[in-house]
């Protein structure tokens, strides 16, 4: 069955490696880094996805590439990670969609005024280059907007990429360098010897390595679990639509309290309902919620709880499996849920009210993707010590694409012992499960 999204097309390997020194499981934009990484360095690395490349979160968010509005613990990362956009097309030798045209937050309240002029602050002083601009320069800078805006949050070294394009193109490049892809190819278990990692178990055969890292977006607490390893994570359902019939806009997204919108490659735009996702009621929304009432509590007003019966088919899918018979990555290779239309109709309303350049807008596509998000929404990337050899780069909480290249790179520096790309400290598991951070 075809996806609701178009991704590049990318054939995997026919063949299965009988070794390699590190697995990569997962096909996302941050697994695709770290094998690219790993693969330019010389690390011999094969990367296994269960489904398609980037045919999952990777390639079904808004396609920005930004600093603004970062939580303090992820700021270098994005800074990090804008760096390597900005010299990614050079590098892998295609295009991304990489443009670095300025992102604003538009504010229309005074609260808006508030939140982002102290935001403002906080990433001057965490070294990201930012404008408060006033009510006046907002509208100059914003052809096209109708009056009423009290002022915007602008960062002119933001930018924009193609989500559907570019962790394939990536994953190419990482090719070309010598990791080796597998595609519908899911990893069952891992194998140990000596209590460290020792292999993988695919649905193809076994892989012997000596270290494996999980980047497996969503999936990555079910296959931590089956490990013993408590990777503490939920899920969260973002909706975006494509609409065409748009001009007269520049090419810098924008995002407000009640709309954002992004100019695509293709001339079309991305618009989304910011602050506004569902979140499933599953049976891990009960085992984790006194992890996750703190952040509830802040963010309830973006968050649209649901129960269905993703419930009872949660409940019922293994929790614990061997290697010798098809697992849950087998069964589901690519989740693609429906998008909440009343979103994107509400979305469209509200652009429409600030930017009459959407009146005409025509809505072509609608889609949704699932963001793995843990507690604290930071993510996590480093090993985990009371498993050698076995590192988790995952919990991107939404912000996965725009810091995947610095993501992948940090998770590559803690492999093979580089100096990190910034301070892995704040993405280590220790702040969420200390025990995980000692060695058995």
């Known amino acids: 069955m075809p996806l609701s999204i178009p991704v590049a097309p990318f054939q995997g390997d026919a063949d299965l490696p009988k070794q390699t020194e590190v697995v990569v499981i997962g096909g996302g934009i941050v697994g695709v880094m770290t094998a690219l990484t790993l693969a330019e360095r010389g690390v011999p690395v094969v990367l296994c996805e269960k489904g398609v490349i980037g045919g999952e979160q990777s390639a079904r968010n808004w396609g920005w590439v930004r600093q603004l509005g970062r939580d303090a613990a992820e700021i270098p990362l994005a800074i990090a990670s804008r760096d390597l956009w900005r010299g990614m097309n050079a590098r892998i030798g295609a295009e991304t969609g990489f443009r670095e045209t300025g992102i604003s937050y538009l504010c229309y309240d005074r609260a808006d005024l508030e939140t982002w002029g102290a935001w403002h602050a906080k990433g001057a002083a965490a070294g990201v280059e930012t404008e408060m601009l006033d009510a006046k320069q907002a ?33 190419e490049a990482a090719r070309r360098a010598g990791a080796r892809i597998l595609t519908g190819c899911a990893v069952r278990t891992v194998e140990t010897a000596a209590g460290r990692v020792s292999g993988v178990v695919t649905e193809r ?49 924008v995002g407000a309290s009640h709309f954002a919108y992004r100019k695509r490659l293709d001339g079309d735009y991305s618009i989304a309902l910011r602050n506004a996702n569902i979140t499933p009621i599953l049976p891990d929304n009960f085992r984790l919620m006194g992890e996750y009432l ?17 419930f009872v088919q949660e409940l019922r899918m293994p929790r614990h499996w061997t290697g010798d018979a098809p697992t849950p990555f087998e069964r589901i290779r690519t989740l693609d849920p429906a998008p909440t239309r009343p979103f994107i109709r509400k979305a469209l309303e509200n652009l429409r009210q600030a ?85 058995a």
């Open 205 to 253: 055969g076994a892989i012997a390595c000596s270290q494996v890292v999980l980047a497996g977006g969503v999936w990555s607490r079910l296959f931590a679990g089956n490990l013993g390893i408590d990777f503490p994570q939920l899920r969260v359902i973002g909706t975006v639509a494509r609409v065409t019939g748009v001009s007269g806009l520049n090419d810098m997204p």
């Open 294 to 310: 703190p952040s509830l509590v802040t963010a309830w007003r973006e968050l649209r709880l649901r129960i269905g019966p993703d």
């Open 355 to 439: 930017f009459p350049a959407f009146a005409q807008a025509r809505v072509v596509q609608e889609w949704a993707g699932v963001m793995d998000v843990t507690p604290d929404a930071v993510p996590v990337a480093g090993p985990i010590a009371s498993l050698p050899g076995f590192f988790i780069a995952s919990g991107c909480s939404g912000h996965g694409f725009g810091i995947g290249p610095a993501m992948g790179q940090l998770t590559a520096d803690l492999i093979t012992g580089a100096t990190p790309i910034v301070d892995p400290a704040p993405f280590s598991i220790a702040r969420l499960r200390p025990k995980l951070a000692q060695a």
């Open 139 to 171: 509208q100059a800078l914003l052809p096209g907007a109708q009056p009423g805006l009290l002022g915007a949050l602008h960062c002119a070294s933001d930018g924009r990429a193609e989500p559907w394009l570019a962790t394939t193109a990536m994953a």
